[in-house]
């Protein structure tokens, strides 16, 4: 009878560690279609589930991404803040940071942030210097002289300063990624394209709206 109890114990217990493991693992395995950040990066709003992506106004990959990815952020749940982070790799994408939060700083993206893409993707322009951004601003009807003003201060270079030290904990690898909560981040390179970053994303933000109890 005891050998009988044993058996049925051990029987459960094997039963329960299946169940547990294929819960915890889901659809997607961290480590195959995500990374596990080794330090949690703080969100803005730790009463909401954030999921940014890190980009590049010069990368093609991003540019052709951008139309899916805004009807994905247009689905998101009320408790769900999407965020960019501009990538910094070298002087010149500091430039396309800066122009990135002095857009959303004037808040003028909805009109610029298009047309930055359309420049350096299809039209193949470097936009190499401040002077070559801000024609383009000027171009889509922002007023220049305000656009210096904002482009030079103090408030961008801290903001830029902000986005490259977040890419540097979210040991990112390309653009574009997107990392979640802070804590877990994804590519399309091992998913199969951008559209599968999406989906693992999308995983991930339930993840933790379960958790939040959201």
């Known amino acids: 009878m005891l050998n009988q109890l044993s058996t049925l114990i051990v029987s459960v217990a094997m039963m329960v560690f299946a169940v547990s493991s294929t819960h915890a693992e889901g659809p997607f395995q961290a480590g195959v279609h995500y990374e596990v950040l080794a330090e949690p990066v703080a969100t803005s709003n730790p009463d909401k589930v954030e999921v940014a992506e890190v980009f590049w106004y ?3 990959h991003c540019y052709t991404f951008e139309p899916v990815l805004n009807t994905w952020t247009q689905a998101l749940p009320d408790d769900v803040e999407f965020v960019r982070v501009p990538a910094i790799w070298h002087p010149t994408m500091r430039l396309h940071a800066k122009a990135y939060f002095t857009a959303k700083a004037m808040k003028v993206l909805d009109q610029i942030h298009e047309p930055i893409f359309e420049e350096m993707n299809p039209k193949k322009a470097k936009l190499k210097t401040e002077n070559e951004i801000a024609d383009l601003f000027e171009a889509n009807g922002i007023d220049r002289a ?6 030079n201060s103090a408030g961008i270079d801290m ?3 902000l986005a490259a030290k977040k890419q540097e904990r979210y040991s990112t690898q390309g653009t574009p990624e ?3 909560n802070g804590k877990y981040r994804i590519s399309g390179r091992d998913n199969g394209g951008n559209e599968g970053m999406l989906k693992v994303a999308s995983y991930l933000i339930q993840q ?3 958790l939040m109890g959201q």
């Open 208 to 210: 933790e709206r379960s």
């Open 159 to 161: 903001a830029v300063d």
């Open 146 to 151: 305000r656009f210096t003003k904002v482009f």
């Open 58 to 60: 010069g990368c093609s």
């Open 178 to 180: 997107m990392v979640v």
